[in-house]
Each structure stands twice: as C-alpha cells, then as structure tokens.
C-alpha cells in the first residue's frame, strides 16, 4: 500500500513533501496537510462569526443590523434571537423567530454565540 496525499485543489496524486508543506507538481498548490485535516474536522459544522460551534436551541445575537426585504426597519445589532434550529448545507443555515419580524433564515457569519 502506498502513502500517496492527493491534492485538494486538483486531486492529482502526483504530490511531494517540500520541508513541512506538500507540493502537487500537477498545479504547483502547496498546503500543510495538518491544515487540511482541521479543517476536514471542522467540515459539516456551523459556526458562528467569532468560530464558537452553534447547536440547534442554543441563543444567539445579530452582530451586524442586517436589512430584511418587505419590512421598514433592519434586524438590529444586539438583536437577541432564542431557539434557532440549523440547517447545515444551506446558505441560510440558521432558522429562527425574531420578535417584530416572525421566521426568518439568517446566516452564521453575522451571528455570535449568547
């Protein structure tokens, strides 16, 4: 069996160790396999704008006022939201009920953990 590390960027298996980073001879991409493997980790995991893990129930509050189409006024900065249930694989990964707004889809990068 061979220890052969495909490229991430073009899968080529044509890569070698070059001091502590791989090289495809392919593409000429060069990574830090360790890197690739955390994140590889991280992969499938909703995260919120500071990188701390949401779980579906957990609180959160909007970090940015974010504008709402159809509604006069944006969601607030500081805006609290409760109850949010995620739904990974999707732009819009984070559903929830904001008071004075109803159900909404917001996104995770504008999101921090309460």
């Not at 044509?14 to 001091?19: I, K, L, N, Q």
């Not at 392919?26 to 590889?40: G, L």
């Not at 739904?87 to 904001?98: A, E, F, L, Q, V």
Request: with cysteine; charged share 25%.
């Amino acid at each position: 069996m061979s220890d052969t590390v495909l490229c991430p960027k073009c899968s080529s298996e044509f890569t070698y160790p070059s001091d502590n980073m791989m090289v495809c001879s392919q593409c000429f991409y060069e990574w830090n396999p360790e890197e690739v493997a955390a994140e590889s980790a991280n992969e499938g995991k909703i995260l919120d704008s500071n990188g701390n893990e949401l779980q579906d129930g957990d609180s959160v509050v909007v970090v940015k006022d974010l504008p709402v189409k159809g509604a006069p006024k944006p969601v607030k900065a500081g805006t609290k939201v409760k109850n949010i249930r995620l739904r990974p694989g999707s732009d819009h990964n984070i559903d929830c009920k904001i008071d004075g707004f109803g159900a909404m889809a917001l996104k995770s990068e504008f999101v921090k953990k309460a």
